[in-house]
């Protein structure tokens, strides 16, 4: 990625690239799973539930752990309160090794601050007391408390205060801190936005061996343009989508092994955009941005 900053003229040494994510690791084990109805955290505001997610899973789903901690099935109190909580029926607290980071911005009813546990609700049953690595089955869901069966999740802050779990995803999976979660420069992505007049005008994250394009033109979703700002303040050491142009662009690619068309081609399929998987952070981050 040296070469790539050396091209973009970044200073490798000032550029801060400390602002790619930091901090502990948490992912979505429930990526491709809908919310219930009237499980979003706006839904659990409305109807002064404290917030929360919730997901449809029937009683007796093996639940795994979104990030490394330990579980506590008793002890605590307040929102810490393992054990029987009333209306919110059997409570698991998960505390995390290290603090998550908040990717999206707070909306109404979350505490500030980082993520330091997590709190699963209505369960039937779960584990022992002890230590389990992200992705280990923790707890099982059920229909305790107040009913029908479902899954609810939220996070907590140091003080107790709830937080939209989905808001601080920066992860893919267990034992996969991709790139996007590094920090040392090498592996991190950037940002790039080659003008309208190339032949693949858009908007690219790019990192060694991959690229995506976020959108073609401005006439493009707005949620696309919005995940690549959001990409570049995150990553890149001007904070800000850096433009390119075609020439620059190619470097780009060639410094990053990233196979392209030869000069002039201008059909957008040359380009070998990868498959969405290869990009998954981005469509966590999406998803926690859907309703
Ligand atoms: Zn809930």
Redesign the pocket.
Known sequence: MAAVFAILGWDMISAPVSRAVTGGLMYNPWKGSALSEG?NWGD?IGRS?GG???YPFGSGTHIVAPATGTLRKTGGSGEFLAGDAGGAGTRYILELDNPVNRVLDAVAGEGGGPLVALAF??LSSGQPSGHYNAGSHVVTSGDTGDGPA?F?I?GLNSSGQRLRFLAFINADGPGVPSAATSGNGEDMPIVIRLGSTGSWPGTYSVSQGFIRRWNMSTADSQNRIADAQFLAATWNPSGEIEDVTMAKFRAILDALDIPHADPGTPATSALPLSPETQWSRMEQIRAAVAP
Do not use: E, L, R, T
């Open positions: 499980g659990h539930s929360g997610n919730d609700q209505h479902h609810h939220h």
